[in-house]
């Protein structure tokens, strides 16, 4: 399968920010995958049962928070 990257980034506020975290975590409790439109087209990743989470936080002059699930 050709590599699928999809990437999404902008300024909303932080509660905007939360509700897409949930609309993703809702995606991956509910469904077992995670859906996204690239070029016009939906495209579903089926995410298995066991995963791999990190977590990154980084707090500074510019602080950030980064999640990454890998499998």
Do not use: Y
């Amino acid at each position: 399968m050709a590599l699928i990257k999809h990437e999404t980034s902008g300024q909303m506020s932080r509660e905007q920010a939360a509700e897409r975290l949930r609309e993703i975590a809702d995606q991956l409790s509910r469904h077992n995958e995670v859906s996204f439109v690239s070029h016009g087209k939906k495209v579903t990743v089926d995410v298995p049962d066991q995963v791999s989470l990190e977590v990154e936080i980084e707090v500074g002059k510019s602080s950030e928070i980064e999640i990454e699930i890998s499998w």
